[in-house]
């Protein structure tokens, strides 16, 4: 049986590793977008006229790792799904020692932000 | 101005901010909107996504170092997580509807609120020896290290401070901040936890309400890629700076004049939203 303080410890070394991970992600994607558009006039260019109508899924589908700013947008999603693992590690903990309050709890939280996340 | 003189420009404010943040307690998030909003004229919408992006980030660090210190109450976070969430998700869905100067005044309000609350609280030991029911039901007491031994705390009022984190919630989905303020007095003022055992719990908290949000902020457009990584990027590395120094500065007045500082800039947003330039 997995106790509360090796809960702990796993979920801070799973933060610490997402967090490294999307910084990363984050940095490689936004040096090389300055590398391809720094040089450009910010007004009139990506940065403020593009309205950004993206999803989680369509991150996954259309981007990968072709442009700077997929590589930037798959940071951010390793951000938000880090937080999605948090609960679900919860809740199979509290599987594990038979908590129903708090199974009930955490399939609640994670109902609410797979809704915000997946919803069309 | 070139993209890359903006971002490095972003990327200097959003460090300061993000020390500024964590100086005074406030955290990145509802610093670094008013300054994307007042000095680089972003769209207010941009700043909130930004915001709430740096908030997981920053949070997301934070909680990582907290785990292992033995203060962070996985239960009471859990259990108030369940209002939180619904709090987030109806505020993000609100932001559609609401004007932005509405945004832009409600951020200035609360950012002055979080400044009269963190600058006013102080440690004060707890000496409740009972708890809610609810508190006993559920589990939710516990110990916390406190002069070499576990002393043990009691949770008192359960579902007022369950209120109290859906609200906190709402105005962390609304805004793009994380509501850590709101959050602590919920959980010191209300629930009476020791000090200690709120901030690091909302702290543990703030990423997941975040990340609901989050879904709804991708969805809608406000997470500007090229806005949000100089900003996430510069809030975090400002955290950072900011928790290192913090141990070392205790000084009530400079607390003061950094918080001052930061109103300024919610009093400059609220006079340009009223002057109709935002």
């Known amino acids: 049986m997995i106790s509360e303080l090796k809960l702990k410890h796993l979920l801070g070394l799973l933060l610490q590793i997402g967090i490294i991970l999307s910084i990363l992600l984050v940095l490689v994607g936004g040096i090389s977008f300055l590398l391809q558009h720094g040089g450009e006039s910010y007004q009139n260019n990506v940065i403020l006229s593009t309205n950004y109508d993206i999803d989680i899924i369509k991150i996954w589908h259309n981007h990968h790792f072709n442009s700077p700013i997929g590589f930037i947008e798959l940071g951010l999603l390793t951000l938000v799904i880090m937080q999605v693992l948090r609960v679900v590690l919860l809740a199979l903990y509290y599987i594990l020692i038979r908590d129903y309050w708090f199974i009930s709890f955490n399939i609640f939280i994670l109902s609410i932000i797979l809704f915000s996340l997946i919803r069309q | 101005m070139t993209i890359l003189t903006f971002s490095i420009l972003l990327l200097f404010f959003s460090i300061l901010a993000g020390l500024l943040g964590a100086l005074t307690g406030l955290g990145g998030g509802i610093v670094v909107i008013p300054v994307l909003v007042v000095l680089f004229k972003v769209n ?10 740096s908030v997981i980030a920053t949070s997301s660090g934070a909680a990582a170092a907290y785990l292992r210190e033995g203060y962070t109450n996985l239960r009471i976070g859990m259990y108030l997580e369940v209002a939180a969430v619904l709090g987030a998700i109806i505020g993000a869905l609100l932001i559609s509807v609401l004007p932005k100067n509405i945004l832009a005044i409600l951020l200035s309000i609360i950012l002055f609120l979080s400044s009269y609350l963190t600058l006013k609280r102080h440690e004060e030991d707890e000496s409740y020896i ?18 070499g031994v576990n002393k043990p705390y009691y949770v008192q009022h359960a579902p007022l401070g369950l209120i109290v984190m859906g609200i906190a919630g709402l105005l962390s989905g609304l805004l793009g ?52 990584f100089p900003v996430m990027l510069g809030v ?26 930061i109103c300024l800039m919610g009093v400059e947003m609220l006079y340009q939203t009223l002057a109709g330039n935002l």
């Open chain 2, 177 to 228: 901040i994380g509501s850590g303020s709101l959050k602590v007095l919920a959980m010191d003022q209300i629930m009476r936890l020791p000090y200690k055992v709120a901030t690091t719990t909302s702290n543990f908290m703030i990423g997941i309400t975040a990340a609901t949000s989050a879904g709804i902020y991708f969805d809608k457009g406000y997470i500007n890629p090229a806005i949000t």
């Open chain 2, 44 to 53: 207010i919408h941009y700043a909130m996504g930004a915001s709430l992006i």
């Open chain 2, 236 to 261: 975090i590395a400002g955290s950072f700076m900011g928790a290192k120094i913090l141990h070392k500065i205790h000084i009530q007045s400079l607390r003061i004049i950094f918080s001052i500082v």
């Open chain 2, 130 to 147: 009972s708890s809610h029911a609810w508190s006993d039901v559920l589990k939710l007491n516990g110990t916390y290290p406190r002069g």
